[in-house]
């Protein structure tokens, strides 16, 4: 969840306040009070929003710059999962495909259409959201909704050893040293298994975004390209 940068920081103009409107005409009761759906390029600068502050505000640097997070919703959206209330984004996941073994510096950047791996490169949580439990009930979610897709053998991702226990509780193992690092950070590679639940798959509520139907990830035309 971790990559080396050596560039300029994208420039994000800070959050706009809403429009001044009357409460009579406020867009907030056509808003649903709590959606989790994926999320696509113009949620981007709200999801960098909240890695901002999580991340670079605490140690200079974060998992996925602005276009990054733009490059993987343009790519697959269908590995994200957005956290909303009343339309504000509250907690997000991005993940993309993998096809090894174990993460290299290459995952960091690259979707791989035909893995079977998906390698989830960000949890976070907007600050004000936290510690109510939203980032293991999103990544509950997220999992359940990886059993959804028949492609899909397993999750993996890259921790902070004092995330380890985190991400434990979420039923993640420990696979081991990450070959990845981002100056003096070392991470610990944890797993997920996915495959194997098929039947418990269809005709389950908690495995479907609430408004918006999952939809299995497209058959893509140039399946050995990596992108
Ligand atoms: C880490 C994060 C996703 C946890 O989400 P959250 O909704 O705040 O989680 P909760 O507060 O409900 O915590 C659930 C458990 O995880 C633990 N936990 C939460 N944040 C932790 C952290 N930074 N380090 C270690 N443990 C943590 C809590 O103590 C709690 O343990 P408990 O069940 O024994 O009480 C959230 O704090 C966050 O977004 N942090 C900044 C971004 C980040 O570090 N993301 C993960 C790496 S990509």
Redesign the pocket.
């Known amino acids: 969840?971790w990559q080396q940068r050596v560039r300029v920081r994208p420039f994000i103009k800070p959050m706009q306040s809403p429009p001044s409107v009357s409460p009579g005409i406020q867009r907030r009761h056509t808003l649903p009070a709590s959606e989790v759906r994926p999320l696509n390029t113009q949620d981007a600068t709200s999801v960098f929003e909240i890695e901002r502050e999580?991340?670079i505000s605490v140690s200079g640097d974060c998992?996925l710059h602005l276009d990054e997070v733009r490059h993987f919703l343009t790519l697959c959206p269908e590995f994200s999962m957005g956290w909303f209330e009343e339309g504000r984004l509250v907690?997000f996941i991005i993940g993309s495909l993998w096809d090894k073994d174990r993460l290299s510096a290459e995952a960091l950047t690259l979707h791989k259409p035909r893995g079977s791996t998906v390698h989830i490169h960000?949890?976070?949580?907007h600050r004000t959201?936290?510690?109510?439990?939203?980032?293991?009930i999103l990544m509950w979610r997220y999992l359940q909704y990886l059993r959804c897709l028949p492609s899909v053998r397993r999750a993996v991702l890259m921790?902070e050893d004092?995330?380890i226990?985190?991400y434990q509780?979420s039923g993640f193992k420990v696979l081991g040293r990450c070959a990845i690092t981002v100056a003096n950070l070392t991470f610990t590679e944890m797993w997920y298994p996915i495959s194997g639940h098929a039947y418990m798959r269809r005709n389950s509520e908690a495995i479907r975004f609430p408004q918006q139907p999952l939809s299995l990830p497209l058959a893509k035309t140039e399946e050995n390209d990596d992108v």
């Open positions: 969840m999580a991340f998992p907690a960000v949890l976070a949580v959201f936290r510690q109510q439990g939203k980032g293991p921790c004092v995330l226990p985190f509780k």
